[in-house]
């Protein structure tokens, strides 16, 4: 079910280079994908690192959809990380974040590529697009052994153009310092170029894993008959 639109907010932050700052604290350690499912390092959860600043995203993120009386019986289960990649991550692979309910992403990296924002993707309409589930399956192997450095970038494009070529364009969001992009986490999306010269991708991501809150924007609008 979706409950939220694709949302685009920009300058979400007031300070957003506090922010950047925060992403450099010692607290901070920084692991790779233990399964090669994401590229680049994370972040342990953020209400680990500075519990105020996740409550805060949370809140503000929220009411751009609800009221202040409704803001009460809003609640949620969710997750923010931060998460850096190297420039030497050339092309993203199209996934979704399902089982999730909702995805978000705050871009933090001032003048970086507009292509290495986010592009969300029709699922494959056409069987003469769509590659049998087992086929499939062998080519997100080989993303996740490419992320675990155990693939060439060779035989790993390769696969990433198969698995991609499913996939319809549907919107892309440009990488712009402090925009927030919130879309439901079944949504396919990708990063159609990450190059951002020498420096590293950073971003704030959150999953809502679970929500429970009163009628949303996607409820509303059904509720109305035509």
């Not at 092309?91 to 995805?103: E, F, K, Q």
């Not at 499939?136 to 990433?160: P, V």
Request: aromatic share 12%.
């Amino acid at each position: 079910m979706i409950h939220f639109p694709t949302t685009i907010l920009d300058n979400f932050f007031d300070n957003p280079h506090d922010i950047i700052n925060i992403s450099k604290s010692s607290k901070i350690t920084w692991k790779p994908s233990e399964n090669g499912s994401w590229p680049g390092v994370r972040s342990q959860s953020l209400v680990n690192i500075n519990k105020d600043l996740f409550m805060f995203i949370i809140k503000k993120y929220f009411f751009t959809f609800f009221n202040y009386e409704d803001m009460d019986a809003v609640n949620c289960q969710a997750m923010s990380v931060f998460q850096r990649i190297g420039p030497k991550t050339k092309y993203g692979w199209v996934h979704n974040d399902s089982p999730d309910i909702h995805t978000f992403i705050i871009y933090l990296t001032p003048n970086a590529n507009l292509l290495s924002g986010t592009c969300t993707y029709n699922t494959p309409v056409s069987y003469l697009k769509k590659l049998p589930l087992e086929k499939d399956k062998y080519l997100m192997e080989i993303k996740k052994s490419h992320y675990l450095g155990k693939t060439s970038i060779e035989e790993a494009e390769s696969a990433r153009l198969e698995h991609n070529s499913q996939f319809e364009k549907n919107v892309m969001v440009g990488n712009r310092f402090n925009r927030l992009v919130g879309f439901d986490s079944h949504i396919y999306h990708g990063v159609e170029e990450f190059g951002t010269g020498t420096e590293e991708r950073l971003t704030l991501i959150t999953f809502i894993h679970k929500l429970s809150c009163p009628p949303t924007p996607y409820q509303r609008m059904k509720a109305i008959d035509e």
